[in-house]
């Protein structure tokens, strides 16, 4: 096995040995180089420095006993270098696949490579393409690294619960992603859970799924875009779902349809001692308590007189009833549009 990576080996200890002296530079750079050529070849460094004890064994058997302690000293060299070209190697071959599986990481969530190859680079890393996946994207209050302790543990968490279901965790952008197939959705809701509570916060947003190579951009960008109004609308969900959250792009698909409307229904509250702002967040805190007047006091920290005031000042100065189902929906698009355009803070 191991025959052609001790080729010279055994004269270069014997020459050492009958003189004493240290093995020469380019003797411990063939060494070197014979070791990186094993490991290529895909042979255990175990196996090979059992060999090269073995050859030294028999060499010694044929050596004065003088030359003993040389060629103790002679195996130590040539063994380190040999082992060092080897582990110089393996490194090598690590930084390389890392390389790779970078670069199909890249070319997955953005879709920028023929996606036929790009299906047949998937099945490397136990991913089918062909059939449907979803995409969950964590961020957390911290960026996450490939190699960190968090999303090394995410990852083993997952392993140990699921073991090898064609999974893809990965990182992009300081975002811990996680690619699973869409008929094991509790895949990713055990990932949410995961990602979530070794971050101690952050969010998770789930895609919808999609099948195909391209279904695992769709559904990543799906992610994103959940993250994104999250940030934009203030929502404070643990989870996000991109199939929950479908209406928020259509509302707000049409920006400058979105500003007028938000200046024409929610302007007039400009005119409220204090301004539009204590008012807007009465609105958003009633619509998001499912208009309920007692849980949106406890909230806002106001008593339920104060906040069926608010209401009331709102209907007056609005025209429209927050507390009436038939003009409610125009009002409360309007706060939608306020939160996702920065209104009043700013100028639209």
Aim: proline share 4%; with cysteine.
């Amino acid at each position: 096995m191991s025959g052609e990576y001790l080729e010279g080996y055994a004269e270069i200890l014997a020459e050492a040995s009958a003189t004493g002296r240290r093995l020469t530079r380019d003797e411990l750079e063939a060494l070197r180089a014979r070791g990186e050529r094993a490991a290529e070849a895909g042979i255990g460094l175990r196996a090979l420095i059992r060999s090269h004890l073995s050859a030294a064994g028999e060499l010694r058997a044929e050596l004065p006993r003088a030359a003993g302690d040389h060629l103790l000293a002679a195996v130590e060299q040539a063994v380190d270098a040999f082992a060092e070209g080897h582990e110089r190697a393996g490194v090598l071959a690590v930084r390389q696949e890392e390389a790779y599986r970078r670069e199909f990481i890249d070319d997955l969530l953005y879709g920028r490579s023929d996606l036929g190859r790009l299906a047949q680079r998937a099945e490397r890393f136990g991913l089918l393409l062909a059939h449907a996946h979803a995409v969950a994207v964590a961020q957390g209050r911290e960026p996450y690294e490939d190699g960190a302790s968090v999303t090394r543990n995410v990852e083993a968490s997952l392993v140990a619960r699921f073991g090898q279901r064609r999974i893809l965790i990965t990182t992009k952008e300081g975002r811990l992603v996680c690619v699973a197939p869409a008929d094991q959705p509790e895949v990713l809701s055990f990932f949410a859970k995961q990602a979530y509570a070794a971050t101690d916060g952050g969010q998770v947003a789930l895609g919808r799924p999609h099948s195909g190579p391209g279904g695992v951009v769709q559904s990543y960008e799906e992610a994103l875009n959940a993250l994104d109004l999250a940030a934009r609308l203030d929502l404070n969900d643990p989870v996000l779902r991109a199939a929950d959250l479908l209406v928020y792009p259509v509302l707000t698909r049409d920006r400058q349809a979105m500003a007028d409307l938000v200046v024409s229904v929610l302007g007039p509250l400009q005119e409220a001692r204090g301004g539009a702002r204590p008012l807007l967040d009465t609105l958003t805190a009633y619509f998001d308590t499912g208009c309920v007047a007692a849980e949106t006091a406890r909230q806002l920290s106001l008593s339920v007189r104060a906040v069926t005031y608010r209401l009331d000042r709102i209907h007056r100065l609005t025209g429209t009833d927050p507390g009436d189902p038939a003009q409610r929906y125009t009002l409360q698009t309007a706060v939608i549009g306020a939160r996702f355009l920065g209104w009043p803070d700013q100028e639209l």
